[in-house]
């Protein structure tokens, strides 16, 4: 079994930067790309970003580039998100994800585990 947990998360200004968190548990052995996906309220969950196993390759949803970063430790099993110049429509509850296919995917249906997710509020 696979276990993620995330951290980070918090309320923040506009304009602001917060640095989420996700630490992978388990059968680490397994070369897991990882993502980060969001789910603010009466939405459905969105792709934000993700992160092939060696670190080599990242994809962004067009919300998130040029302000997002996604990058992982392999040796922590850990995966991060930075976030900068935060808008009040990034407000959401954030969920990292792994998946054991590789290259660039969007999909909830292609991740195999899930984090409970961390809330992150922007005020306005």
């Known amino acids: 079994q696979v276990q993620l947990v995330e951290s980070g998360g918090g309320l923040v200004q506009a304009g602001g930067s917060l640095r989420l968190s996700c630490v992978v548990s388990g059968r680490t052995s397994r070369s897991f790309a990882m993502g980060w996906f969001r789910q603010a309220p009466g939405k459905e969950r969105e792709f934000v970003a993700t992160i092939t196993y060696s670190g080599g390759s990242t994809y962004y949803a067009d919300s998130a580039k040029g302000r997002f970063t996604i990058s992982r430790d392999n040796a922590k099993n850990t995966v991060y998100l930075q976030m900068n110049s935060l808008k009040p429509e990034d407000t959401a509850v954030y969920y990292c994800?792994?998946?054991?296919?590789?290259?660039?995917?969007?999909?909830?249906?292609?991740?195999?585990?899930w984090g409970q997710g961390t809330q992150v509020t922007v005020s306005s």
């Open positions: 994800a792994a998946r054991w296919s590789s290259g660039d995917a969007r999909a909830v249906y292609d991740y195999n585990y």
